[in-house]
């Protein structure tokens, strides 16, 4: 574990710490007005490696060779000329930081940190972080990587849990979940149940993936959850006709899939970002990543009792309750998300994948995104 302090005075600024992979939701912006959780778990932080914050260039501003360098593949509205790696913690974690209150802006109920960083040293002064709290954002602080410096602590994390330990801890992720915003028939809070943002922003990841392995041929998946989340957008946004390639769910504790898979929907381990590789070297599947937490609910599906249970807990049963109420609506990607996956992709460099990129909008009327 490590602490980050301030590069300015030395300072500790956040509580010890261990690596996790970045949130593929980071930098979500999800509705208007919604009450969006803490971004990071108490104890953990993630780097993000790609610039961000200001200041920001448009497309037109950019040089042609500077955008491949950055991995860029088609046109973006902008991009970020800060610096690369910022650190995220949850705020909780935070130690000897206080506001600088001129940079405290925000566009509706909190800060958004559009202004650079809001967060001061408190011993020294210096600007070492971006407090993010407003709404339909991730609670959040962003650690500016050149104000802060790493400094261990101990060596407890050393070592990440194995694909099999993770498997067994079963730390899914619900694809419902009751959603808060603020406002609606009278003032105050207002709730209801919806598809998880997070599951949103990890299919929108996917999807791109999927679009990108698909060689413009249309694609099918699983039956049921798996279906239910990505064969809507699949059809819609690939042609018809024959010789379609398949996707199958493949990772730790699942059987090998068979020579006949095109696509592999695997996990990324949550502690080291690495993608989940078929054992066997001569596979030649495309593999789509997923959010462990999200491909583990994917993988092995809860199960419910039809109606609720008394007396004693029959065995293989975990809960009696019925399961979260189904959302009304179908399953939309998070287009933000989408975009941002596919134009890092060199597949979108092909004209059918740039023209999705140019109707995204017309596709969110049609409610896929």
Not at 107 to 135: F, H, M, Q, S
Not at 297 to 325: E, H, I, N, Q
Request: glycine share 8%; charged share 20%; with cysteine.
């Amino acid at each position: 574990m490590l602490v980050f302090v301030c590069a300015g005075c030395g300072a500790e600024l956040t509580a010890p710490l261990s690596q996790v992979t970045l949130p593929v939701h980071a930098h979500q912006k999800y509705g208007n007005g919604i009450q969006l959780p803490v971004l990071m778990e108490s104890g953990t932080f993630a780097v993000d490696p790609e610039p961000s914050g200001p200041p920001w260039r448009r497309w037109e501003e950019l040089d042609p060779d500077e955008v491949a360098t950055r991995g860029i593949h088609a046109p973006v509205y902008a991009l970020s000329d800060g610096a690369p790696g910022a650190i995220v913690i949850a705020p909780g974690d935070t130690r000897g930081a206080v506001p600088i209150l001129e940079k405290c802006g925000g566009y509706c109920c909190g800060l958004d940190g559009a202004d650079g960083p809001n967060l001061a040293c408190e011993a020294c002064g210096l600007p070492v972080a971006t407090r993010i709290d407003d709404c339909s954002l991730w609670q959040a602080v962003w650690l500016a990587p050149d104000a802060v410096c790493r400094r261990p602590v101990d060596d407890t994390d050393a070592t990440p849990l194995s694909w099999t330990e993770l498997t067994a801890e079963g730390r899914g992720i619900p694809p419902f979940e009751p959603i808060t915003a603020w406002g609606g028939p009278r003032l105050g809070l207002h709730h209801w149940w919806s598809w998880s943002p997070r599951w949103e922003a990890a299919a929108g990841r996917a999807l791109a993936h999927l679009l990108a392995a698909s060689e413009g041929r249309p694609v099918i998946v699983p039956d049921g959850l798996t279906e239910e989340v990505f064969q809507r957008a699949l059809d819609a946004l690939l042609p018809p006709g024959p010789w379609a390639r398949r996707a199958v769910l493949a990772g730790p504790g699942l059987p090998a899939p068979d020579a006949g898979a095109d696509i592999h929907l695997v996990p990324v381990h949550p502690q080291t970002g690495q993608t989940w590789t078929f054992p066997n070297p001569a596979a030649a599947a495309y593999p789509v990543p997923l959010p462990f937490a999200v491909w583990l609910w994917l993988a092995f599906a809860k199960t419910y009792p039809p109606v609720p249970a008394s007396g004693v807990m029959p065995d293989g049963v975990l809960r009696d309750d019925p399961p979260a109420p189904h959302p009304y609506g179908l399953f939309r990607t998070d287009p933000a998300v989408f975009r941002h996956t596919l134009v890092r992709l060199p597949a979108v460099r092909s004209q059918w994948l740039r023209e999705i990129i140019e109707n995204l909008t017309q596709d969110m009327r049609a409610r896929l995104f």
